[in-house]
């Protein structure tokens, strides 16, 4: 039979000491008073630390309904908290279902008391009187008091944040499609490891859903500390990116998108003012819709208005990307498919041109050409018809615009152009076709090509379509058609005339694309109509 220790002693029969029972008893009372009075003492915390986070913040307000106090793992909860911008209060810009902070026993093992911060279901809203209010402010985000204000709820320095199914919406124009982020994970450890060198000593994960279906994932190493602002750099990954959602935004420059899915990988790197560098491996755009807007002169009158409200500037502070000098921007390969198309809603009658069934694809393109020229080949159907080839290869641009451009346009039916014929020659057509060939050269501030439209088997007036059509337009498509017969060659009916294209640019300091919208539009649609004008009476 085994013996039995007597009370007292350790299993070798040796004496515990009185002290250490005594000590292991009066813990035990204090944690199980701790315990009891835990709740009385949450309240007076909850509202200290309520004061002390709107003391320390400036523009925003902070309302913190409970908290939860861990006193075996010296650990806080903050729950529901909420925040607001002074400015807009309504809706508040975040919502926190909980916030815990605790310290990191990692990082105590080696010497280090430092925190571990978790938001768990933040929710972060964002619409676009918040955001110029934001932008317009002379406080700097990060003047505004947010690391003090969370030093107030927890006095340590914080080593490494988690956000758990964290929601972000940012509402433009148009509440119907607002930009918006569910199931946010993150996590970034070793914050307050400082860079040596200039490398990036934190790693850091990111994944989210994007819009309804797509999704988006960002993985690297960054310089929380760096100054003056945090540096990172890491390989991203964009899948199924529904392109609507961002209509409102792509409207302040006159771009509609209304369908299209995106895809994307590459590297990404940012620092102070925004991206430093953005590099393709790989860019598809599918099934796109985009047309661009020409806007009538008229709107001239509501951009002074904004202006004068002061809305215009902020939109512009809102929306200005990074100094192009200092953004690289690299696509190794990007493949759009979809409908292309520019509306002029300041001719009579409106009209739209469009390239259908589009398949565009672009090779080492970099806004700073460090790997050779780029390659743009491209292949559509113009106004649904006309089969387009053209292809053009850009290179550096450190002595301006330097490129060759080449199109062909061949067969596009010409009563879908008659908007574009009403506008420009008030007239239109009930048969024929059209085709179009340019060959353009820019280099060293100069330019050299041509371009030649060509109509075949024009029919200009039909007394069956323009039976409601007054006398004197009838008179005047009469005079068309004839003019048009008058210039056909014989045997191939065919309408041409040749624009020649040679000596120096207007403006050597315009883009490349300013240069080629320039050229579409004085010279492709001086043209298409070539000579009739001139050769009225």
Known sequence: MQRQSPPGRGRRGLPVPKWLLWV????????????????????????????????????????????????????????????????????????????????????????????????????????????????????RVEDRGWREALEAAYPLDFNLIRVRDGELTYIDRDPDRPLQARQIQFLAEDILTASTDGDYPSPFSLEAQIFTDGHGS?????????????????????????????????GRINLIVTQGVGDGAGELELGEGGVRRLHFESLTLEEVKLDYILAPEDGAENDREEKENGSAEAVEKVTEGPDPSRLLLQIDELRGTGELGLVNKGADPEYRIFLYQSDLRVSNYSNHFLDGPAQVDLQALFMGSGEVKASATFRSEQEGPDFDLQIGVVDTRLPAMNDLLRAYGNFDVVAGFFSFFAELKVRGGHIEGYMRPLFRDMEVYDRRQDEDKGLFQKLYEGVIGAISGLLENTPRDEVATQVEISGPLDDPDMSTLQIIAGLVRNAFFQAILPGFEAELP
């Open 24 to 139: 292991v008893g009066i813990l035990a009372v204090l944690l199980v008073l701790a315990l009891l009075a835990a709740p009385f003492f949450e309240e007076r915390v909850r509202a200290t630390i309520e004061g002390q986070m709107n003391q320390r913040l400036d523009g925003y307000s902070v309302r913190l309904p409970d908290i939860d106090l861990h006193l075996i793992g010296f650990a806080i909860s903050l729950k529901g908290l909420v925040i607001t911008q002074d400015a807009h209060p309504d809706p508040p810009v975040a919502r926190i279902g909980r916030l815990r902070a605790s310290v990191e026993w990692r990082q105590l093992l080696r010497g280090r008391l430092v925190a571990d911060f978790l938001f768990d279901q933040p929710v972060v809203y964002l619409n676009l009187p918040q955001l110029r209010q934001e932008m317009e402010d002379e406080v």
């Open 218 to 250: 960002l993985t690297g190493r960054a310089a929380f500390l760096a100054e003056p602002a945090p540096e990172l750099a890491g390989r991203f990954e964009l899948r199924q990116i529904p392109l609507e959602y961002f209509g409102p935004v792509l």
